[in-house]
């Protein structure tokens, strides 16, 4: 009798571990190819060759770019070198990047940045907002924009007991800001059980000095978050559900959803266009590519513009789509007065004209 029942469950078990890989390949848009869609002038950025996992535009049109992501499970190549934040000026004829200089009290040799943001103060200073994962942890860091130095100066470091797998931040305050935490646990194994049984245990985290709460809760895998023009809705990407969700900002800070948006492909980060408040989204055509990188056959890239984003039939169109042989792996997209930045996890980063 005890063979038996342990007979069955361990049929149970692997019976539904068969039907969670089925899902995941369903999820992940296995077995998806993806047809080239270009815009009429693009060109890879030199000085780009090691990721460019995130992108902010300021309103004067310098971009800052995090590379250098070293993220368990995906590929790295420069897997010895500390990440960088670079900048690139949009006003420019034949826009070039520089790396920025980190002064301060920072360890610059443990920098491993993923999702960025700025804040400008009322005296115009410009703050930059970093997830780090130095030795795998995850923390924010603040720095200020020096401009004419071309430099970051380390403020500070701010951690929490929440502060667990992030992935994306939106600052909209001094020192207030939403963060996506990806993943519920943080060993690799685990996190890969988490995937697999899609477990929805990914959240999105509100900071301020006087308050740290979960704010929103239930997604796949909580991925990239930004704001509306009028700051009144978060928008945040579940990337392994292949959709965005749209939530209402309270006075509080707590958000209610509205509505969710699925759009058929792994949606990474999020950025808005500051002339429309249409949503751009660096995404994932085959999630499996990803987690299975063949240099062979690479991941591909793909980006979609989302119009009309409150209406009851938003407008969805793909505005560029590659397999692999130019861009590899997209995860943003981020437009200034028709120029488009699409950065990657690990790969390069390409200009367009619109």
Known sequence: MGKLLVLTLLGAGLALIGERLVALRQRTNASREVRSVEPRSCHLIEGLENGSEDIDILPSGLAFISSGLKY?????????????????????????????????????????????????????????????????????????FEEQQHSLVHLKTIKHELFKSLNDIVVLGPEQFYATRDHYFTNFFLVLLEIILDLRWSHVVFYSPREVKVVAKGFSSANGITVSLDKKFIYTADVTAQNIHVLKKHENWDLTPVKVMHLGTLVDNLTVDPDTGDIWAGCHPNGMKLLVYNPEDPPGSEVLRIQNVLSEKPKISTEYANNGSVLQASTVASVYHGKLLIGTVFHKALYCLL
């Open 72 to 144: 368990p499970g995906m590929p790295s190549f420069a897997p010895d070198e500390p990440g960088q934040i670079f900048l690139m000026d949009l006003n420019e004829q034949n826009p070039r990047v520089q790396a920025l200089n980190i002064s301060g009290d920072f360890d610059k040799a443990s920098f491993n940045p993923h999702g960025i943001s700025t804040f400008i103060d009322e005296d115009q200073t410009v703050y930059l907002y970093v997830v780090n994962h130095p030795h795998m942890k995850s923390t924010v860091e603040k720095f200020k």
